[in-house]
């Protein structure tokens, strides 16, 4: 009897459920139908949790609970990326500022002209006296000496002018001291002594030094040059080509030879202080150096100084350099008097 009750009354819950379903809608019944499955999927993973768990199900609980190797790894990659990236940054902001830097720098030609200029005039307030002169001489065409207290300048027009009031300074002094006593005598007897005592002006064979040939012989010009410093000199003079002698000017005037040579100086032949020597026989008619190789230089800084070569001023120019550095001369001796 309890059996059929039971199932009697399982059939009457089965009819009344039909009996409310057949009020539902369709919508309805589809959701009780869902929560119906719901429950019996509720059940089936309660009684799968109330299991045993496997080992692959710890594993993934043990990697949920504690930080992987990959996660560190990720974190790793991550810091070394952010790092990596920083200095991206750093080399981009600092090639910004090299371009930035180079651009400053980059100037147009009258920036440059203004920059140089201001930079120069800073230099030349603050360098010593010989850096001026060495600077001024890299690139004027002109050319600077420096003096005691002074800057000497001398251009291309003016060199040979210079150097004729160089040479003329200190014997001027003293060939006019000398010649005062004789200005008196022409002040008061109104005529000039000449040589033995006539009137007629001495002639005076005066062989230059350097390096004339006769193929580069004494020039119109340097017999000019030469009458020139002994006008300056107080000595009235008429000067002369010899003729006979590519190396050679004859000197008309009233003074001696010795106050003509003492002018010249180092331009003339006869005030080289020259050595003999039983090695050269007199066919060398002109002194030789010494020191070739010294002779050579001081040829060489004359070429540089002067237009011409060999010439009055570029000769003794020469041969005042070659004295500054040691050199010498010497010649043959001459034959003895019988």
Do not use: C
């Not at 539902?24 to 109330?50: C, D, F, H, W, Y």
């Not at 006593?181 to 230059?208: C, F, I, M, N, W």
């Not at 005030?271 to 070739?292: F, G, H, I, Q, R």
């Amino acid at each position: 009897m309890a059996s059929k009750k039971s199932k009697d009354t399982s059939f009457a819950d089965l009819v009344k459920r039909l009996n409310a379903m057949s009020n539902m809608t369709p919508e309805q019944e589809r959701a009780e139908l869902m929560v119906a499955a719901n429950r019996k999927a509720e059940k089936l993973v309660e009684s799968i949790a109330g299991t045993e768990q496997s080992a692959i199900t710890k594993a993934i609980k043990e990697a949920d609970t504690d930080e992987s190797i990959s996660t560190q790894i990720r974190k790793e990659v991550t810091e070394e990326d952010k790092r990596l990236s920083k200095i991206a940054e750093l080399e981009k902001q600092l090639a910004d500022l090299k371009a930035e830097e180079k651009e400053e720098a980059t100037l147009d030609a009258d920036s440059f002209r203004e920059a140089f200029v201001k930079e120069i005039t800073e230099f030349v307030k603050e360098a010593e006296a010989d850096k001026l002169a060495e600077l001024y001489n890299s690139f004027s065409a002109n050319e600077v000496e420096v003096k005691e207290d002074s800057f000497l300048i001398k251009t291309p027009e003016t060199s040979e002018i210079i150097a004729d009031a160089e040479k003329a300074e200190a014997p001027e002094e003293e060939v006019v001291q000398e010649k005062e006593p004789e200005a008196e005598v022409e002040q008061t007897t109104d005529e000039a002594s000449g040589y033995q005592g006539g009137v007629e002006a001495r002639k005076h064979d005066v062989t230059l030094a350097g390096d004339f040939t006769a193929e580069e012989p004494v020039t119109e010009k340097d017999a000019e040059s030469i009458e020139k410093m002994l006008q300056d000199a107080g000595i009235p003079a008429e000067v002369n080509l010899n003729p006979e002698a590519y190396d050679k000017v004859n000197v008309a005037t009233m003074a001696d030879k010795d106050a003509i040579l003492k002018v010249l100086g180092d331009m003339v032949e006869e005030n080289m202080d020259v050595e003999y020597s039983d090695d050269l026989t007199e066919a060398k008619k002109k002194p030789v150096p010494t020191s070739p190789d010294k002779w050579s230089r001081a040829k060489a800084k004359a070429r540089s100084k002067f237009d011409v070569y060999p010439s009055a001023y570029a000769n003794a120019y020469a041969a005042k350099e070659y004295k500054k550095m040691g050199g010498g001369w010497r010649m043959g001796k001459p034959k003895k008097k019988k």
